[in-house]
């Protein structure tokens, strides 16, 4: 079992950064794919990041490649999504997902607002 507890959100000005923390609980989790998903009121969830378990491999939507990057920490069971030239639109609730094969563990979510 895996717990996931998201940090860092906040409200920013257009063109801010932030740094979001998914902390999980559990020995398995450095054996887990880690993805951000992103939801925007009114809209549905979407994909933003994911990284490998070994943090070899990454993939990004197009909406937020050359801006957000994502890394992990296995030794601290912790995932982060550097969030880099924020817009208006990356408003969302963001969230941690974990899994082997599938994301079958999700964090509670935390609340990005960006201003213009």
């Known amino acids: 079992q895996v717990q996931l507890v998201e940090s860092g959100g906040g409200a920013v000005q257009a063109g801010g950064s932030l740094r979001l923390s998914c902390a999980a609980s559990?020995?398995?989790?450095?054996?887990?794919?880690v993805g951000w998903f992103r939801q925007a009121p009114g809209k549905e969830r979407e994909f933003v990041a994911s990284?490998?378990?070994?943090?070899?491999?990454?993939t990004y939507a197009d909406s937020v490649k050359g801006r957000f990057s994502i890394s992990r920490d296995n030794a601290e069971n912790t995932a982060y999504l550097q969030m880099n030239a924020l817009k208006p639109e990356d408003t969302a609730v963001y969230y941690c997902?974990?899994?082997?094969?599938?994301?079958?563990?999700w964090g509670q979510g935390t609340q990005v607002t960006v201003s213009s």
């Open positions: 997902a974990a899994g082997a094969s599938d994301y079958g563990y």
């Open positions: 559990g020995r398995t989790f450095s054996t887990y794919s």
């Open positions: 990284i490998s378990w070994s943090g070899s491999r990454t």
